[in-house]
């Protein structure tokens, strides 16, 4: 039998970090380099060739990736043959299971008609009503690629209709796609660190290279009275406030968020600032018409992403106020090109084949929510009370972290944070669990389950209860072989 392909560079480092001295986990890793030999010698294809693919993406590149074949409902197969059930689902975008068959039949019949993008056709409108219907206040939609590009948008567009304030507010620990509003001072993972201010006087700090960090953005500190006295001290130079109304760090609380995003609210509108909702993760998760009716707050504009994209056929709307809106809208005149108008346009934004999916998608969703999220509900729960069963009866310390219908984590040991804020939640994680929880990836991948480096558990309509009975029978037997490897904090 031929050797399986040896990592070498970044790889390396991370294994080094990974297995230390541990004959236990060298031995896994071992396993894993055997069984998706295929994936590794792709891997090291793509290595000579590409760049800021999902395996070999700054900060976050997983360790020994996997290169998949296809995909149904909820299980994966690799290019060695390997089936997985998947906990990853596209960072939560695959809310229906891969592959969903009311999706797959719209893009089919879409197919047929041939359109491309850079054209004007009825289902753009069909789309722009059905976000209207089910968003509350949305007056106006527009369609772009992504969520990144989807806030870059909304700024773009509130600097405008407040006379180009200089100032954008986020919040610490928040990642809004890769912008320049997102990759400052986002969570932990992408900036490697955190602030030593004081959280009323928080730098701006970049979390990449080439981007470039000045004063025209205020961090403030979610889930704090400061955060509102700053927005009040600052109003006049701030042309918005983009927010996660459920930060991943604060997703064990969602009253707290709920709370505090309508005080945040009540306190921009009295100070006369945009709030731009950031859903790409939460819409239309939390309530069918997105986190504004889950919270009760209008803001002036939402942008959403993940689950619009059906089959994964990038596009990301926002919605909002027509007066922020309709500022990149136009009659054709030449005197629109002096007056103003905000430019947000590219060939494919809004192309047919993208608003075919998402139109099916949405209208699942839409038509069939009470079920999809009941029954992620029902399994998120079934998961969380197998792992405290398991942790009873072992002793190891096992938990599920997180909304159900939102990106939820898997935890070993008991992080208590001092209070609910992004640095107190930070500061609760040890590095020693963290090495456990990316040495857990690999053993759940021996055990026929595909997570993310650091596992999250991100559930959908496709999984099934042999599905999470297997997944946590997984979790279990790693769990218990890490504990004999020595590999548990």
């Not at 055997?34 to 294809?45: D, H, V, W, Y």
């Not at 969520?147 to 870059?152: C, D, K, L, R, T």
Request: aromatic share 6%; net charge neutral; glycine share 10%.
């Amino acid at each position: 039998m031929s050797e399986a392909p040896q990592p070498s560079g970044p790889d390396l480092i991370g294994l080094q970090f990974l297995t230390g001295r541990n004959e236990g986990m060298r031995r896994v890793l071992e396993a894993v380099a055997a069984r998706q030999r295929g994936s590794l010698a792709m891997q090291a294809r793509a290595r000579a060739c590409l760049s800021a693919t999902p395996s070999l993406l700054a900060y976050e590149a997983p360790l020994f990736p996997l290169c998949v074949a296809r995909a149904s409902g909820s299980r994966i197969v690799d290019v060695d043959g390997n089936e997985y059930v998947d906990c990853h689902m596209a960072y939560t975008a695959s809310v229906l299971g891969h592959n969903p068959p009311p999706v797959v039949e719209a893009v089919r019949a879409a197919l047929e008609r041939g359109l491309q993008g850079g054209h004007f056709f009825e289902e753009q409108v069909q789309l722009g009503e059905l976000v209207g219907e089910m968003v509350p206040g949305a007056e106006r939609v527009a369609f772009f690629h992504t969520g990144g590009e989807a806030v870059g948008a909304a700024v773009r567009l509130a600097r405008v209709a407040t006379g180009l304030r200089p100032r954008v507010a986020k919040f610490e620990g928040c990642y809004h796609g890769s912008n320049d509003v997102g990759l400052h001072n986002p969570w932990m993972i992408l900036s490697g660190r955190l602030s030593p201010d004081p959280v009323d006087r928080i730098s701006p700090m970049a979390a990449t290279a080439g981007v470039r960090t000045d004063d025209s953005f205020l961090i403030l500190p979610f889930n704090s009275p400061l955060a509102l006295d700053l927005v009040r001290r600052h109003a006049s130079d701030l042309a918005c406030i983009v927010v996660d109304p459920t930060p991943p760090f604060m997703s064990n609380w969602p009253e707290d968020c709920r709370r505090f995003v309508t005080e945040l609210c009540t306190t921009a509108r009295e100070a006369d600032v945009p709030v731009v909702f950031d859903e790409v993760v939460c819409g239309f998760r939390l309530a069918r018409g997105g986190a504004r009716e889950w919270s009760g707050q209008t803001p002036q504009i939402s942008c959403f992403g993940k689950i619009t994209s059906g089959l994964g056929i990038a596009l990301a709307p926002i919605a909002g106020e027509a007066s922020f809106l309709d500022a990149a809208s136009t009659a054709g005149t030449f005197r629109d090109y002096s007056g103003g108008k905000v430019w947000l346009s590219s060939t494919l934004s809004g192309s047919f084949l993208a608003v075919a999916a998402s139109l099916a998608q949405l209208r699942h969703v839409r038509d069939r929510y009470d079920e999809i999220f009941g029954r992620i509900d029902r399994s998120h729960a079934d998961l969380k009370a197998r792992l405290e069963d398991f942790g009873r009866r072992s002793g190891i310390p096992v938990s599920l972290q997180g909304h159900p219908r939102l990106q939820s984590q898997l935890a070993i040991g008991k992080p208590e944070p001092t209070e609910r804020s992004y640095r107190a939640v930070m500061q609760s994680t040890s590095l020693a669990a963290m090495r456990s929880l990316m040495a857990l990836t690999f053993y759940l991948r021996l055990n026929g389950i595909y997570a993310k480096t650091v596992p999250s558990m991100n559930l959908s309509a496709a999984h099934t209860e042999e599905d999470v009975a297997r997944v946590a029978g997984g979790i279990e037997g790693a769990l218990l072989q890490m504990q004999q490897d020595g590999m548990l904090p």
